[in-house]
């Protein structure tokens, strides 16, 4: 090993454990702080904090990987939103610019590597074979992801016995608007391709994708070329766009993370606890009974799956943003060894039919309205809730407040009230943090097992941080 990359390493590992160092005192001098009749200066208690961070900034300057610094400063975010709450309400201007960078890459990224998918190699029988495959695993997950909200929401009982203040029943909601059937239907299908791309409507742009590439299939190779010579740079461009929005990553991460905790403050963990561990608890054995038994049975190497969505994954769960990771999702599953063809065309389906953590969610939430309103249900009308939450929560993930529309109409359909929906918009982001991380993960272990299905898996991931 060369002399500078062990003494880097050897540097890593040594900030590493002045870190852990460094925040242990801080716990245990806080909780002596907390506790006993020798309260320490409010200043020292906030240098204490800031120790840890800085050894992690400094682990982060050595690792020199885009993923580290998403964690720093995700760790700088909660401590600068608890120092200084009125500044940090400021910032979300700042994650607020970062998502409405990416948003710009969505659109041309999809078109790009769809059409280049499709045209480039005139295989339109895998198109339709991908398309049902990836829908039947979709179904399937989804599914059993909603079975696993609802056993979770019943075995913690949240919800039940909770006190509610009088005034909190009588909050508003904001407006949404009611969807049905043919409304979900029409959906998917542009009217006006320019209004679909201005409305970040991505279902619509990969359907007029899928047809523009399936036409430009079907025409002459004088006019097939220039077209996919035009897709092919066009998609070279938007990776490297996305490399540049990404070294901004960081930034967005901390303003978005300070924004709501200097919003909410840290008291919010507290309130609605149980909900809020219910959830996080319930996303993380959906991981480890669905996720990974999934990768064993394709032999999917886990360790290196797990290195290709950290970052994508991050991003979502700071930015509760599932477009934000999308670009770079797409980037890494294609590194990992899904064909571009594959990854363009699974992944932004995904994001529309397999919000594995919105429908786990959605499960959990129904009950836990029934219970905060001391309704008891049995569990046959659970099932049928399922049953309907499985149909109802497809196809509408464009749809400016999905959750909320879905979780509305079927309290409407099994009256239930709607005023617990509102105490749960208290602490929506911080749910809204992990069900949108379950989602990217969900979509990028999609596109593995199409890959796989279509035997056109060929491991990479070697220049992946």
């Known amino acids: 090993m060369h002399p500078a990359i062990y003494s880097m390493k050897n540097f890593s590992r040594r900030i590493l454990l002045a870190f852990f160092l460094s925040i242990t005192l801080a716990v245990m001098l806080h909780l002596g702080s907390h506790y006993t009749r020798m309260p320490l200066a409010d200043w020292f208690l906030v ?3 800031w120790i840890p961070v800085a050894c992690y900034f400094l682990y982060a300057i050595a690792r020199k990987k885009l993923t580290t610094w998403i964690f720093v400063s995700m760790m700088a975010g909660v401590e600068f939103g608890f120092d200084v709450p009125q500044v940090a309400k400021e910032l979300n201007l700042v994650s607020q610019i970062f998502i409405h960078l990416v948003k710009t890459i969505i659109a041309p990224l999809i078109f790009a590597t769809l059409v280049t998918g499709i045209a480039g190699h005139a295989n339109l029988k895998q198109v339709g074979r991908m398309g049902w495959k990836s829908l039947l695993y979709f179904e399937i997950v989804s599914t059993i992801a909603l079975f696993i909200g609802l056993a979770a929401i ?31 239907v029409l959906h998917i299908f542009p009217e006006n391709i320019a209004k679909s791309i201005a409305e970040g409507q991505v279902l619509q742009i990969v359907v007029f994708s ?50 709501s905790v200097g919003h909410m403050g840290l008291n919010v963990l507290v309130n609605l606890f ?38 994508p994954a991050t991003i979502a769960f700071a930015t509760t943003s599932s477009e934000s990771a999308l670009p770079r999702a797409m980037e890494n ?62 196809g509408v993930a464009a749809v400016p407040r999905a959750s909320l529309v879905i979780l509305l ?55 992946i941080e």
């Open 274 to 311: 149980q909900l809020l561990a219910t959830l996080y608890l319930a996303l993380l054995a959906f991981v480890l009974l669905v996720f990974l038994p999934i990768m064993l049975l394709l032999k999917i190497p886990v360790k290196k799956f797990i290195r290709a969505v950290a970052e």
């Open 154 to 184: 019943n075995l913690s009982g949240a919800g039940i016995g909770v006190v509610v203040p009088p005034e909190m029943t009588r909050g508003t909601l904001p407006a949404v608007q009611s969807q049905n059937w043919h409304d979900v």
């Open 47 to 49: 240098v204490l904090r």
């Open 333 to 394: 599953m294609e590194q990992f060894g899904v064909p571009r063809k594959i990854v363009s065309f699974v992944m932004p389906t995904g994001y529309s039919f397999n919000l594995d953590g919105t429908t786990l969610y959605l499960a959990m939430a129904s009950i836990f309205v029934a219970n905060m309103a001391g309704i008891r249900l049995p569990f046959e009308t659970q099932v049928v809730m399922m049953l309907t939450l499985m149909l109802t929560s497809k």
């Open 409 to 463: 109409g079927t309290a409407a359909s099994f009256g239930l009230p709607a005023w617990p929906i509102f105490i749960i918009l208290g602490i929506d982001e911080l749910m809204d943090m992990a069900r949108t991380a379950i989602n990217v993960i969900g979509n990028c272990l999609a596109t593995v097992v199409v890959a796989k299905w279509e035997r056109e898996f060929k491991e990479g991931i070697s220049n």
């Open 210 to 259: 899928i047809l523009f590439g399936i036409a430009l299939a079907l025409v002459k190779e004088q006019h097939r070329a220039p077209m996919l010579r035009f897709t092919e740079s066009l998609t070279a461009v938007m990776f490297k766009f996305t490399n540049i929005i990404m070294l901004f990553a960081p930034f967005a991460v901390f303003s978005a993370i300070a924004y």
